[in-house]
Every structure is written in C-alpha cells, then in structure tokens.
C-alpha cells in the first residue's frame, strides 16, 4: 500500500505561482512513477505532469508545457508541481498518484491516489 497526501493548494491570482507538495509512505517511492492529475468543476481528471523512477524521464501535457515543472526527492519521499504563470483555467483539485512498472500519463494506469488538493486562480 502507498499512501499519497497533498499540500500546497489554494486560492491565487492570474500569473501567480504555487508548489504543489505530495507526501509517499509506504512501498517503496523511489520505485514509483508519480503522477500529477487535475479534475476541473464538470470535467473529466486528466493528465498534467509524470516523473518516471529513471531519472530524467518526465512527461508534460501539452496545455502545461514551459509553465509548470515536476520534480522529486527520494531521499524525503516527495514529489512536487511547481506551477507559474497560472491561469483561470488552471482551476481544479490537483491530485498526485503513483504507479508501479510502468511509466503512463493514462489515469488507469495510476493504483494509488490522494486526496486531492484544491487550485484556484483568480482572473
């Protein structure tokens, strides 16, 4: 079992930053791929941001690029989302997630889920 708790959301204007902070226990982390998912108010959670447990293998949607940075300690059993220049419809509940032998951006291929933290940017 892996637990999963974020940290870090809240209310933000318009060309704000925030870091996103998620906390593992349990299996062991440095074997994972961390996820980081976002369900906006009537929409369906989609992909933002994986880390693979190899180093240097990350993946970015495409509405995040240039803006938002994934990264992770092992040593701490943390992974983050640093998010600048946020906008609008950046608002969401931001969730991390963890998978295990494989590296994915589907949502499915994630078992292990937090509870989610809450992003709002103010226009």
């Known amino acids: 079992q892996v637990q999963l708790v974020e940290s870090g959301g809240g209310l933000v204007q318009a060309g704000d930053s925030l870091r996103l902070s998620c906390a593992a226990s349990?299996?062991?982390?440095?074997?994972?791929?961390m996820g980081w998912f976002r369900q906006g108010p009537g929409k369906e959670r989609e992909f933002v941001a994986a880390?693979?447990?190899?180093?240097?293998?990350?993946s970015y949607a495409d509405f995040v690029l240039g803006r938002f940075t994934i990264f992770r300690d092992n040593a701490k059993n943390m992974v983050y989302l640093q998010m600048d220049e946020l906008k609008p419809e950046d608002t969401a509940v931001y969730y991390c997630?963890?998978?295990?032998?494989?590296?994915?951006?589907?949502?499915?291929?994630?078992?292990?889920w937090g509870q989610g933290t809450q992003v709002t940017v103010s226009s």
């Open positions: 880390i693979g447990r190899v180093a240097g293998t990350i």
């Open positions: 997630a963890a998978a295990y032998g494989v590296f994915s951006v589907r949502p499915a291929a994630y078992e292990y």
């Open positions: 349990g299996r062991t982390f440095r074997s994972a791929t």
